[in-house]
């Protein structure tokens, strides 16, 4: 299921479900919503047209005074605006007249079974009140346990491979209308892949630099950069083998049903090594629908009672311990079940494996300073769990591969605005807090306030030790040297307490204040979104206190103004 501002639709002629912009033309009797939250407590994109038709002022308060609806959600409690969007949708709805079947349901990355511990009570009472209301008809009979659905897709495999490659075709791609986007990404040269951790430091960190020269991409600082990973070559050989493919084989995709559109990041036709490297996510941890539908396919008693475990509710410890805490991947879970993964049909492959989504990167350099060029800076993840086989982050890992030193390198991308923008202003004062990698979209920022001669620039950054992990040391001590940059820097385990930006913000509290409330300086943050964003908060709030004087609400309240005025902003991933 597509996740992200879905939308299912119980009217007379029947339920359809999609993924697609959602206008009332006429009353539904009953919507069920299903949203994330993005950003900071933010719509996803592609709810935005729909956020912001639903907020209109003039709707009246009677719109969907005929309309049944629920809203399930899915967000991380380790965000502060946990779940946002669909509490203020929940919350709209029924100032616009809906009845609420159920509460929100708050499903939460953050919870050992995932969304799943909210989501699975919340959809048995749901169909409750739903199977009350819109009774099954008696001619139809409900599809029991254990039956798949029919697949989206077919696979039409073609004898032969096709005279003319449609895969380097598709991704060439003919004369694009726009700039680059996720249709259309731009096959951007990797110019330079630099380790800029020191060799012994057990964190690789990359400073990737890519030619953007005739790609029609334009950023400014703040902005995030889309990167589409591909699996290693081996997991793919491993796929075919376990499935019994044949990776040179080719196919065309038709849709069982009219209208579905296929996805259009695959050629026509399509090998099934494109198909299994680019596409489907092999690499990522399956989740309790995988085990749903792979328990319908298996031939295999064992193995079918055991995937059966994995699927019920009562089986959610065992998957949690099986699959989620050791971080076990598709492919990896596929090798577990043999028999079951080798009778898989062709067809239900894109049913079972999601695609591989992009990943986002603060662009780290500006235009203004380096002419075509986007630059980032990348942690590759790399960690252990009981598995003797390292987990390897699919799309840190990918890049860091990657060596233009070899021979050309291409790297499908496109740019989208971030969560953060920076005063156009000469002399308004900014304060940037990004420990780790979380300085890269700091970088953009100076080089680009720099290059326009603005003033004010203050930056707080964090690493473990001087000499290991302090990215773009000498460049930010020319700034300082030439005045253009103050930097205040966090050495968190060059002595036995650690020190973190928190603690400089707190030391230098009399400036920040300074800064903040009498030159109207505006704050950011970025970086990792564990702890850090709440501390860095808290030591803000107790500056409030001890320089301005504040008491405890009011200087939440201050905080709270800032954010509303966007002069507090933040961008922190998971
Ligand atoms: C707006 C935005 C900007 C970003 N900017 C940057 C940036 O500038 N630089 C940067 O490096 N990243 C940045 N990221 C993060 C980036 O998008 C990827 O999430 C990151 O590179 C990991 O992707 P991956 O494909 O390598 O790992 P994946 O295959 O996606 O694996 C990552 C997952 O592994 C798990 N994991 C990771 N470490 C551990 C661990 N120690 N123990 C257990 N589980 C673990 C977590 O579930 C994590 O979500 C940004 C993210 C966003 C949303
Ligand atoms: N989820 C995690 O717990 C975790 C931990 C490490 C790395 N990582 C991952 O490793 C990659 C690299 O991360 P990174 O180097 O960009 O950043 P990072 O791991 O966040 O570390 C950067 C600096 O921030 C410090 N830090 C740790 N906790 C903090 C807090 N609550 N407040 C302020 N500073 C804090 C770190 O110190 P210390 O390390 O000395 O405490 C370090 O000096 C990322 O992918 C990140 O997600 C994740
Ligand atoms: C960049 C980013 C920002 C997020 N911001 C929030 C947030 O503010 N509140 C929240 O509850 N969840 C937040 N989340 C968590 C997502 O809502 C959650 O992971 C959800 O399951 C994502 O659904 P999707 O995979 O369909 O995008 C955020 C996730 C990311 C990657």
């Known amino acids: 299921m597509c996740r992200r501002g879905w939308v299912a639709r119980l009217g007379a002629g029947g339920l359809t479900a999609g993924c697609r912009p959602w206008t009332p033309t006429r009353c539904e009797p009953l919507v069920i919503f299903v949203c994330a939250t993005a950003g900071q407590g933010d719509p996803p994109d592609n709810m935005k ?11 009246p308060p009677t719109s969907l005074c005929q309309m049944d609806f629920a809203v399930l959600g899915l967000g991380d409690s380790s965000y502060a605006k946990f779940n946002f969007v669909a509490k203020k949708l929940h919350r709209r709805l ?4 809906g009845s609420a079947l159920l509460p929100a349901c708050l499903g939460d990355d953050q919870h050992e079974l995932g969304p799943d511990a909210a989501i699975d009570p919340w959809l048995h009472d749901l169909w409750e009140k739903v199977l009350g209301l819109y009774p099954v008809p008696p001619d139809l009979g409900v599809i029991p346990p254990g039956v798949p659905l029919p697949s989206k897709f077919t696979l039409r495999f073609l004898p032969e491979a096709p005279k003319m490659c449609s895969e380097e075709q598709h991704v060439a791609g003919a004369d694009p209308p726009g700039p680059p986007s996720e249709q259309q990404p ?24 890519f030619d953007i020269t005739g790609s029609g991409l334009s950023f400014a600082a703040g902005d995030v ?4 990973p591909q699996n290693q070559a081996s997991h793919v050989q491993q796929f075919c083998r376990v499935l019994g493919l044949d990776p040179d084989q080719f196919f065309t995709l038709l849709p069982r049903e009219p209208g579905v559109p296929c996805p259009t990041q695959l050629p026509q036709p399509c090998s099934v090594r494109h198909l299994v490297s680019h596409y489907l996510d092999v690499a990522s941890v399956p989740r309790r629908s995988f085990f749903e539908l792979l328990a319908c396919l298996s031939p295999h008693e064992l193995e079918r009672e055991k995937l059966l475990q994995f699927s019920a509710p009562q089986g959610q410890e065992e998957l949690y311990s099986y699959c989620n805490r050791p971080r076990r991947t598709v492919l990896e879970v596929l090798c577990d079940f043999p028999h079951t993964a080798g009778a898989v049909p062709a067809d239900y492959l894109l049913d079972l494996i999601p695609p591989i989504r992009p990943r986002a990167f603060s662009i780290a350099s500006s235009l203004l300073a380096h002419p075509s060029r986007l630059q980032i800076l990348v942690a590759v993840v790399h960690y252990r769990t009981r598995l003797k086989e390292p987990r390897r982050g699919l799309c840190s890992s990918w890049l860091a591969s990657l060596d233009p030193g070899r021979g050309p390198v291409q790297v499908p991308l496109w740019v989208r605005p971030g969560s953060l923008t920076f005063p ?6 900014v304060i940037m807090v990004g420990p780790g990698t979380g300085v890269a979209p700091f970088r953009a920022a100076v080089q680009e306030r720099v290059a326009r001669g603005q003033t004010g620039n203050f930056l707080f950054f964090g690493c473990r030790w001087r000499d290991q992990d302090f990215y773009w040391e000498s460049e930010w001590l020319e700034l300082e040297r030439k005045g253009r940059l103050t930097l205040f820097t966090a050495f968190s385990r060059e002595q036995e307490r650690k020190v973190y930006v928190q603690h400089r913000l707190r030391e230098l509290g009399p400036l920040v204040w300074d800064l903040l409330d009498r030159r109207g300086a505006y704050f950011y943050l970025a970086g990792n979104a564990k702890g850090m964003p709440a501390d860095v908060s808290e030591a803000l709030t107790s500056v409030f206190r001890e320089e301005g004087g504040l008491s405890g609400p009011d200087a939440a309240n201050y905080l709270a103004r800032l954010q509303r005025t966007m002069r507090f902003q933040s961008e922190t991933w998971a």
């Open 424 to 429: 156009e202003t000469p002399d308004t004062p």
């Open 225 to 228: 950069v889309l990167i589409r």
């Open 49 to 59: 047209n729909f956020w912001r038709f639903i907020f209109r002022k003039n709707l």
């Open 186 to 209: 731009f096959l951007a040269p990797m110019v330079t892949n630099q380790r800029v951790t020191s060799p012994s430091h057990f964190q690789d960190v990359r400073l990737i630099e």
């Open 94 to 97: 029924l100032q616009l007249g």
